[in-house]
């Protein structure tokens, strides 16, 4: 396997690396029942961050810029933390609340801690996921396989016949795969309980029956002490 032109073998571990992070492009498994390995390709963190974020400015989402304001952030620290289990038990979150009260952060905190380390996240939406044409992407396929599936603003999409089937399949895609999504919605948790009709019923049943809700509202916030966060937290995370 030769390096391309933006990669390079490192000494180190004969391996290529990324040019631009220098993280490693290339993996060792040993052959199963058999002597020797091989070494086939794997994404370094710059590309797997830029297929799982394919949104730039969910690149600055992160616990570094997080201004402390908000209680509901020991949550994602929590989720981040229970990670295993959370993975394991299929435990995803549905975040919702008015504009502007922290949902896509909160999400997109999660997806960039869970991301450096190492663990296939994809956050996107389903407005960008439906107006591409028919083809399969990278996005999409990561849509199945990434381990979180993150999906921003439900509801803002239109509401076609088509659009409604398109969505369905991913979420019961998700839904059997037993992976877990995190979905965030400035939709009020009585619409999602009291779908119009029966193409969102199915949808949002299968969203309500595998992603604990939370709520988002500012007022909560400075009510609520970071304590009682915490222990929220860990039963959203211990919910199986
Ligand atoms: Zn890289």
Redesign the pocket.
Same mark, same amino acid.
């Given at each position: 396997m030769e390096p391309a032109g933006d990669e390079y073998i490192e000494p180190a571990d004969g391996l290529i690396h990324?040019k631009? *992070?220098h993280?490693s492009r290339q993996t060792v498994v040993p052959r199963f029942g058999g002597s020797g390995y091989f070494m086939p390709r794997c994404l *370094?963190? *710059?590309?797997q961050k830029a297929q799982g974020l394919p949104d730039r400015y969910l690149y600055d989402y992160t616990f570094a810029n997080d201004n402390g304001q908000n209680p509901a952030m020991e949550k994602t620290h929590a989720y981040v933390e229970h990670w295993k289990e959370a993975y394991r038990d299929n435990t995803g979150l549905l975040l919702f609340g008015d504009v502007g009260t922290g949902k896509s952060f909160f999400a997109g905190c999660i997806a960039n801690a869970l991301l450096d380390r190492d663990v296939p996240v994809l956050m996107t939406n389903f407005p960008s996921i439906l107006n591409r044409q028919t083809g399969v992407f990278a996005e999409d396929r990561l849509a199945f396989i990434a381990s979180l599936l993150v999906i921003d603003d439900l509801g803002v999409e239109r509401n076609t016949e088509y659009a409604m089937e398109q969505i369905f399949t991913i979420i019961d895609s998700r839904y059997r795969s037993k992976k877990p999504l995190i979905v965030t919605t400035n939709l009020k948790l009585e619409e999602i309980k009291n779908p119009p009709d029966l193409a969102h019923a199915r949808i949002y049943g299968r969203i309500l029956e595998r992603c604990a809700p939370v709520l988002f509202s500012g007022k909560n916030f400075r009510e609520e002490g970071a304590r009682a966060a915490k222990a929220a937290a860990k039963e959203i995370v211990s919910k199986g």
């Open positions: 990324c631009k *992070c993280g *370094c963190p *710059c590309k």
